[in-house]
């Protein structure tokens, strides 16, 4: 059977340079018709958690994230091309209207073989808890591109550095530094939602799973401005990589104020060959 659409998502920031970059390994994902489709993946934003759903990190209800970037690329003409948002088959409590916003969009009318086009989303939450969407790209001969995409709505959210040095999987990741040293200091921001936030805690702890890969002193908070917050105000807390073990060294950086209000970033980093 011949493919049409392939899919994919990626950290880029332009649509016509993602429209080109579409390159990464497939992965499962289900799909109306799979045999004709293909996605590849990456994190919409290191830090946040990859499983079936592309994850949005935390936000704000109200208030709109940064944006993710997915790309469709067909490797022959097809016609009546269009994109919509819809539930997830099944998890339509976790759906509203306006939870996903599409910021930009190129998948529309006719693309000729290869040509490829793509589109871009910002996390909206209109509520607090887990909110839920389809990205459904569609042409006239039936193919369907489905992007689950997924983001938590809150009242406190901690936020990774814009461009981190390195990506790895669904952390935010430190490039390898040698042993016994520290690498730049990375800064993670905090924000409060409509009710503000006191009583700010943040703290580093063992990755679910990896704790075999967690020391305490492998990742060091080395500034910490964060007390109490008034809506929608943000604080700022600096990380440093300091590796104590060699290979690969994770940990989850956690931030929860006096009301149960929590946020949280996934964090890793490996070694060179070499030791201080």
Not at 90 to 102: K, Q, S
Not at 211 to 221: H, K, L, V, Y
Not at 251 to 266: H, K, N
Request: proline letters at 5%; charged letters at 10%; aromatic letters at 8%.
């Amino acid at each position: 059977m011949q493919r049409r659409l392939a899919v994919c998502a990626a950290e880029v920031v332009t649509l016509v340079a993602f429209a080109v970059a579409c390159k990464y390994p497939p992965v499962a994902h289900a799909a109306t018709s799979p045999d004709n489709l293909q996605r590849g993946g990456s994190p919409a934003y290191p830090g946040c958690a990859l499983g079936p759903a592309l994850t949005f990190c935390d936000q704000a209800p109200g208030t709109g994230s940064s944006q993710g970037v997915f790309g469709v690329i067909n490797d022959v003409p097809v016609t009546n091309v269009s994109l919509s948002v819809a539930p997830i088959p099944g998890l339509a409590a976790n759906f509203a209207v306006g939870d996903f916003t599409i910021t930009g969009n190129t998948c529309t009318g006719s693309l000729a073989a290869n040509q490829g086009c793509a589109f871009s989303v910002s996390f909206t939450p209109t509520t607090t808890g887990l909110r839920q969407a389809a990205l459904i790209v569609t042409d006239s001969a039936g193919d369907k591109g489905i992007f689950n995409v997924q983001g938590t709505g809150t009242n406190l959210y901690l936020a990774p550095p814009g461009q981190p040095g390195c990506a790895w999987d669904n952390a935010f990741t430190y490039c390898s530094q040698a042993l016994g040293t520290a690498s730049a200091t990375e800064t993670f921001a905090i924000t409060a939602g409509t009710g503000g936030a006191s009583g700010i805690n943040v703290a580093l702890v063992a990755t679910l799973g990896l704790s075999g890969e967690f020391n305490s002193a492998d990742f060091t908070i080395v500034a910490n401005t964060c007390g109490a917050l008034a809506a929608f105000q943000s604080c700022t807390v600096g990380v440093e990589f300091n590796p104590r073990t060699a290979g690969l060294r994770a940990a989850t950086l956690t931030v929860a104020d006096s009301a149960g209000d929590a946020s949280q970033v996934y964090l890793a980093g490996g070694t060179t060959s070499t030791s201080a």
